[in-house]
């Protein structure tokens, strides 16, 4: 997944904030979208409560189940560990930018096929780190999976699924990359 180079909010300086709430510009899915935050915001605080993305979910709010992950210049990171203010300069991609001209990606497509969510609560951000997997290396394998998602809690149990599911994603990536 290709992520910005040019950061259009790029030179704006790293300044000093607080504590009132000002305005914050952040480069969400290829937008620049600005909201109030204070400087205690979270990342995942600001996506949900001021943009309205709330496909991120909040579980633990404290770095134990990635359920909030994000992809901070490409790469995954909990957006509960993240605050709102740090992401300036940075492209974040969250599990409403994964598609790509209406078309899910190949990860959210297998999920959907090998029926790998129950509640789903956790599901926005296992995708975004099986995504991140396969986009990465195609030729991943099951142990390759089970190690992007080892931080992920999920209650519901659907890790066997969520294997097959990134497995034949990855599959079908390699495919397409033939
Ligand atoms: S909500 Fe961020 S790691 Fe649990
Ligand atoms: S599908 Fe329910 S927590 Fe994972």
């Not at 990342?43 to 979910?57: C, H, N, P, Q």
């Amino acid at each position: 997944m290709s992520v910005a180079t040019h950061h259009p909010l790029g030179g704006e300086g790293l300044g000093t904030f607080g504590p009132e709430p000002q305005p914050l510009s952040l480069l969400i899915n290829g937008e620049v979208r600005t909201a109030l935050a204070d400087p205690a915001t979270t990342l995942v605080e600001f996506l949900r409560d001021a943009l309205g993305l709330t496909g991120t979910k909040i579980g633990c709010d404290r770095g134990a189940c990635s359920a909030c992950t994000v992809w901070l210049d490409g790469e995954v990171a909990a957006s509960c560990m993240t605050l709102a203010f740090d992401a300036r300069e940075r492209s974040i991609t969250t599990i409403e930018g994964l598609s790509r001209d209406g078309e899910l990606h190949p990860v959210q497509r297998a999920f959907i096929e090998h029926d790998a969510l129950q509640c789903g609560f956790c599901t926005p951000g296992m995708v975004m780190s099986c995504a991140h997997l396969v986009n990465k290396n195609p030729e991943c394998s099951l142990d390759d999976v089970k190690t992007a998602i080892s931080g992920h809690l999920c209650r519901c149990g659907t890790y066997p699924n969520i294997f097959k599911a990134t497995l034949a994603a990855a599959a079908a990536s390699k495919g397409k990359a033939k």
